[in-house]
């Protein structure tokens, strides 16, 4: 083997690729958000007794946990132009995530919900709170107590799945890594580099999450 490593270009292509890297967190974090909101929606949805909620509910969930992502991706950025609809690469790439992170998140928050004791709930509303405050107060803390590991690999895929908008022409790290590639031809050095920053980002989401989890936890730990 008669390979010669140069590293120096990707040294000097680091600035933009830790500034590429500030984009996929960024996608990540919105379509992450916006993931958790809709798919508690879609749960609720799902366990509507109007029929065409429960439908509209399950056939999202069915469709995001059963097609590939990088198709939802290219649906977003391609497919909707047939219908006039024209969406940046970020913006699609966000929509796509979002698309599919909710769908999982729905059935993660039906685990959620199933191991609360149903009896809480009755039990609150008998003491006088409200729906409102019995599921404020009472069963969404156990819900996210429930559903906060895999909610957290649920945040690393997003972070990781970020990297199908580089097909779609957003320049996210992997998308400005080819870049850099494409015009150096070091791809090795660079996509060895890029697989550390994905790494150290996954390490830093993983203890971002722990360190707010903390309080969540507190009150078990008191317990025990």
């Known amino acids: 083997m008669d390979y010669q490593f140069h590293w120096r270009p990707v040294i000097q292509a680091l600035p933009d690729l830790l500034k590429a890297s500030l984009v996929t967190l960024q996608v990540s974090l919105i379509a992450m958000a916006l993931g958790l909101m809709i798919g508690l929606v879609l749960y609720f949805f799902r366990a509507s007794q109007l029929r065409v909620l429960r439908g509209f509910g399950s056939t999202w969930v069915e469709i995001a946990r059963n097609t590939p992502s990088l198709f939802q991706i290219f649906v977003f950025y391609w497919g909707l132009g047939e219908f006039g609809i024209f969406l940046s690469s970020y913006t699609a790439v966000v929509a796509a995530l979002t698309f599919n992170c909710a769908g ?10 199933n191991a609360v004791n149903p009896g809480q709930d009755k039990a609150a509303r008998t003491l006088g709170m409200t729906r409102f405050q019995s599921m ?18 649920q945040f690393t895929w997003v972070i990781l799945a970020s990297s199908l908008g580089m097909l779609a022409g957003l320049r996210e790290l992997s998308g400005e890594t080819q870049y850099f590639n494409s015009r150096t031809f070091r791809t090795f050095e ?3 580099a890029t697989a550390v920053i994905y790494y150290l980002i ?7 999450m722990a360190l707010l989890g903390r309080p969540l936890f507190k009150a078990e730990r008191a317990k025990s």
């Open 104 to 113: 999982y998140m729905a059935e993660t928050y039906r685990g959620g919900f």
């Open 136 to 153: 404020r107060y009472v069963v969404l803390p156990q819900v996210l107590r429930a559903i906060y590991g895999p909610m957290t690999n």
């Open 202 to 208: 996954a390490k830093m989401a993983l203890l971002l």
């Open 190 to 192: 660079f996509f060895a």
